[in-house]
């Protein structure tokens, strides 16, 4: 199999608009990458105001932006673009949340390393008010004037004072503190996976996990849900360990035999 030709002193564009390359940058130069910024205007793949609609998935989305930066820049070898999402929580009723995806994409291999950070820790909201009460009530949730403000899909810098008006959070990385800082742990997710590499092949990425349950029961031994272990296995050559459980058994409050 091909080595992977390691990292240190290549360059990697990046694709943005709304500042995102203040974030990243230092984490890049932290890992012996250079780094080059490709001002264009992603809007056109949609908008957090809903003026224009994304058409595509984040990570296609994702994959458009890279192919612009790398593109634009026949020089880097990787290419680095990142999307945010803002919704429901897929497993928390009435939880909003918010999911970016960092992606990295190899001229060379072709490899894509893939960084991800869902967070309830998002200031994600949208709500008519018709009341100056209301505004500002709903400015203080939103962490205004810290974080953006739309009012009926534009930009603003001073609350409406009429009304009704929709109000709605401005998710664009400028303008929000929350969303940028899940920026950073989703980019250094991608980056933790360009420097763990396997060791059969080399070849960098996180593994594939599969969680095996069946941990006994502390009381009367019999299996739970709790995992007895971890394998991991190799996106490329399948290579595949095991890591058991440091516990030998799980609590009797999981136990479906001790709680029916």
């Known amino acids: 199999m091909t080595p992977w030709p390691g990292h240190r002193g290549a360059t990697v564009a990046f694709v943005t608009k709304h500042g995102k390359e203040q974030l990243v940058r230092p984490l890049l130069e932290a890992e012996g990458l250079g780094f080059v910024h490709?001002?264009?205007?992603?809007?056109?793949?949609?908008?957090?105001?809903?003026?224009?609609?994304?058409?595509?998935?984040?990570?296609e989305t994702a994959r458009t932006k890279a192919s612009w930066a790398l593109e634009a820049c026949p020089s880097a070898r990787f290419a680095l673009a990142s999307e945010g999402s803002f919704g429901p929580h897929p497993s928390l009723p009435w939880t909003a949340c918010?999911?970016?995806?960092?992606?990295?994409?190899?001229?060379?291999?072709?490899?894509?390393?893939?960084?991800?950070?869902?967070?309830?820790?998002?200031?994600?909201?949208?709500?008519?008010?018709?009341?100056?009460?209301?505004?500002?009530?709903?400015?203080?949730?939103?962490?205004?004037?810290?974080?953006?403000?739309?009012?009926?899909?534009?930009?603003?810098?001073?609350?409406?004072?009429?009304?009704?008006?929709?109000?709605?959070?401005?998710?664009?990385?400028?303008?929000?503190?929350?969303?940028?800082?899940?920026?950073v742990r989703a980019t250094r997710h991608c980056l933790r996976q360009l420097v763990t590499c396997c060791a059969a092949c080399g070849w960098p990425g996180d593994p594939l996990e599969v969680r095996t349950p069946g941990l006994p029961c502390s009381a009367c031994g019999a299996p739970t849900r709790a995992a007895l272990g971890v394998s991991r296995?190799?996106?490329?050559?399948?290579?595949?360990?095991?890591?058991?459980?440091?516990?030998?058994?799980?609590?009797?409050?999981?136990?479906d035999f001790c709680n029916p």
């Not at 490709?38 to 990570?59: A, H, I, M, Q």
């Not at 930009?155 to 929350?178: C, Y």
């Not at 296995?233 to 136990?255: D, F, G, M, V, Y």
Request: charged letters at 25%; glycine letters at 6%; a negative charge.
């Open 38 to 59: 490709v001002e264009r205007d992603t809007d056109v793949l949609g908008t957090f105001s809903g003026s224009v609609r994304r058409e595509r998935s984040p990570l």
């Open 98 to 183: 918010g999911s970016e995806l960092v992606l990295l994409v190899d001229r060379l291999t072709n490899l894509e390393l893939l960084g991800l950070d869902l967070t309830t820790d998002t200031n994600f909201a949208t709500r008519t008010v018709s009341t100056l009460d209301e505004t500002r009530a709903f400015a203080d949730q939103a962490r205004f004037p810290s974080h953006g403000l739309f009012a009926d899909g534009v930009p603003v810098t001073t609350l409406p004072s009429g009304g009704p008006v929709t109000l709605a959070t401005d998710m664009r990385a400028h303008r929000n503190p929350t969303r940028q800082a899940a920026i």
């Open 233 to 255: 296995r190799c996106r490329r050559c399948s290579l595949t360990t095991w890591e058991p459980a440091p516990e030998r058994s799980a609590p009797e409050a999981i136990c």
